[in-house]
Nanobody, 114 residues
Framework: QVQLVESGGDLVQPGGSLRLSCVAS????????MSWYRQAPGKARDLVAT???????NYADSVKGRFTISRDNAKNMVYLQMNSVKFEDTAVYYC????????WGQGTQVTVSS
């Protein structure tokens, strides 16, 4: 079955960096686009970044120039490098794969606090 497992969330100071990882299994990873979403308390789940199966990337305006999404098809991994983090980046971050329907991981908590 499809499984997505995120890791790397932590408490980080404003201006700091963090790298999130997501390992995928149960489907032909290299053939599918992968995305990172985030959900802050009391807010909707929003798209952060997407990487296509051939490596093209797209970002939410709020993270452009600060976050980088990447993938390693040999390891079935997708990453989110977060630099210059801000208080408003605090959220649970989810890895998503859209197959016949969206599949989600369990999420990893990122807290930006001084």
């Amino acid at each position: 079955q499809v499984q997505l497992v995120e890791s790397g969330g932590d408490l980080v100071q404003p201006g700091g960096s963090l790298r999130l990882s997501c390992v995928a299994s149960g489907f032909p990873f290299s053939r599918y686009d992968m995305s990172w979403y985030r959900q802050a308390p009391g807010k909707a789940r929003d798209l952060v970044a997407t990487i296509t199966n051939d490596g093209k990337t797209n970002y939410a305006d709020s993270v452009k120039g600060r976050f980088t999404i990447s993938r390693d098809n040999a390891k079935n991994m997708v990453y989110l490098q977060m630099n210059s983090v801000k208080f408003e980046d605090t959220a649970v971050y989810y890895c998503q794969a859209w197959l016949i329907r969206p599949f989600w991981g369990q999420g990893t908590q990122v807290t930006v606090s001084s």
